[in-house]
């Protein structure tokens, strides 16, 4: 039978965390028209700073197609759906590469400025609400505990080290 364990607990809390604010996330962009998804990607062409994205990569052009897929993890041709429907809206739009004109990369429209400024005060209020009740400390320890997590996510070659160690381990 399955044992309790706090590994597993924190995993399997932060899996319903996850599916919580992207329920949230649903409910609250669906009155802007928007995908939690669509509005993750407004986010990156809006440089947000908070993106975990943004603090592993060092961007200094607007975001191809294919970063934001990486970013999100996601396919290209879901990434290519999700950028269609906001192209459609126009609240990004596609320039060329200063450097490849063959290469596409994506910037906010004015409209799409907007709307990611008029919805700062609701996303601060869930934030706010979210993470009242926690000192900085307690707030600064969460986060470094969530970036080393995806640190050993996103790092392939350890990911590719660990989960073959993991499957020996389990095959012995």
């Known amino acids: 039978m399955i044992k309790k364990s706090i590994e597993e607990s924190i995993v399997l809390s932060i899996f319903d965390l996850s599916n919580q604010l992207k329920k949230i996330g649903d409910e609250v962009y669906q009155k802007v028209g928007l995908t939690t998804q669509q509005w993750l990607i407004l986010l990156h062409l809006a440089n947000n700073p908070n993106l975990p ?93 969530l970036e080393a997590c995806m640190n050993k996510l996103v790092n392939e070659d350890e990911k590719i080290k660990s989960f073959h160690e993991l ?6």
């Open 53 to 145: 994205f943004f603090k592993r990569e060092n961007h200094k052009k607007d975001l191809m197609a294919s970063e934001l897929a990486d970013s999100l993890n996601v396919s290209r041709a879901n990434i290519t759906n999700l950028i269609n429907v906001l192209l459609e809206k126009g609240l990004i739009k596609q320039v060329e590469d200063n450097e490849d004109r063959r290469k596409k990369r994506l910037k906010l429209t004015k409209k799409g400025i907007a709307l990611v400024e008029d919805t700062q005060p609701n996303r601060f209020a869930v934030i706010k609400y979210l993470t009242d009740g926690f000192n900085e400390e307690e707030k600064k320890t969460f986060l470094r505990f």
């Open 167 to 172: 499957l020996v381990e389990i095959e012995a």
